[in-house]
């Protein structure tokens, strides 16, 4: 086995009809850009009834059609936030836990030691997080996952990866291994994976490997580590 092997994105997802929400970082082929990408799914009508929106260097997750949302709680949030030289990526409003600690002198760890996966029961779903930190034309990142101990919900666990960044390779992590009642949670390191293409590329491959029924919106951001400059792309189902 080589455990230096990236896998293919478009393999990891097809044919995994829910594994939920997922992160990925990581570094073009050729090196000049830092790559991220977020995306959603849902199983309930609430949780479909979703899209993303962007304001500035943020996102923000909005109802499509307000009269049918329901609890906002864990649906309605900001996934991505921009604090000085880092961008905040997560599954939840700890996006604004890791702005607020970093505001306040915190480390990324430090800010999500004060919260836990999500009151969700009977599927505890975990937090998952990640953020750059760009330097001197570079980068490097961190994923966070915080997840239940057990199935009661007793205790709560907390794995922080911490990668130096490298072209073409990224890392993947979700909130589910795949569909279920209740939901098994993401288990292990995050996963090694290829970083192909530019990023329509990127985006396309993403978007068409995901379940057909069970997404939502996809985000893609690469930022030039030259000049600094972003460019996004982004997918709303209720919007095709």
């Given at each position: 086995?080589?455990?230096y092997q990236e896998f293919s994105i478009k393999e990891l997802l097809e044919g995994n009809t829910y594994p939920g929400r997922g992160i990925i970082i990581g570094k073009s082929k050729d090196g000049k850009k830092a790559?991220?990408?977020?995306?959603i799914m849902g199983r309930s009508e609430n949780s479909r009834n979703r899209i993303f929106v962007e304001e500035g260097d943020e996102v923000i997750i909005h109802p499509f059609d307000a009269?049918?949302?329901g609890d906002p709680?864990?649906?309605?949030?900001?996934p991505i936030r921009v604090y000085e030289n880092n961008l905040i990526v997560?599954?939840?409003n700890q996006t604004d836990t890791v702005y607020n600690g970093l505001k306040n002198g915190m480390t990324f760890e430090e800010s999500l030691r004060t919260r836990e996966f999500e009151p969700d029961a009977p599927n505890l779903t975990p937090r998952i997080s990640g953020m750059l930190t760009f330097d001197e034309g570079d980068f490097t990142y961190k994923m966070s996952i915080l997840k239940s101990a057990d199935a009661e919900g007793t205790a709560c666990n907390r794995y922080t990866f911490e990668y130096n960044s490298l072209p073409g390779v990224g890392n993947f992590i979700h909130t589910y291994v795949t569909d279920g009642n209740p939901i098994p949670t993401f288990m292990g390191e995050p996963e090694r994976v290829s970083i192909e293409g530019d990023i329509d590329e990127f985006t396309e491959?993403?978007?068409?490997a995901l379940n057909?029924?069970?997404k939502i919106s996809l985000y893609v951001r690469f930022v030039d580590l030259a000049t600094g400059e972003t460019e996004n792309r982004m997918i709303n189902k209720h919007l095709l």
């Open positions: 086995m080589n455990v790559v991220t990408a977020y995306f009269e049918k949302a709680s864990l649906i309605i949030y900001s997560t599954n939840g491959t993403i978007w068409n057909e029924q069970n």
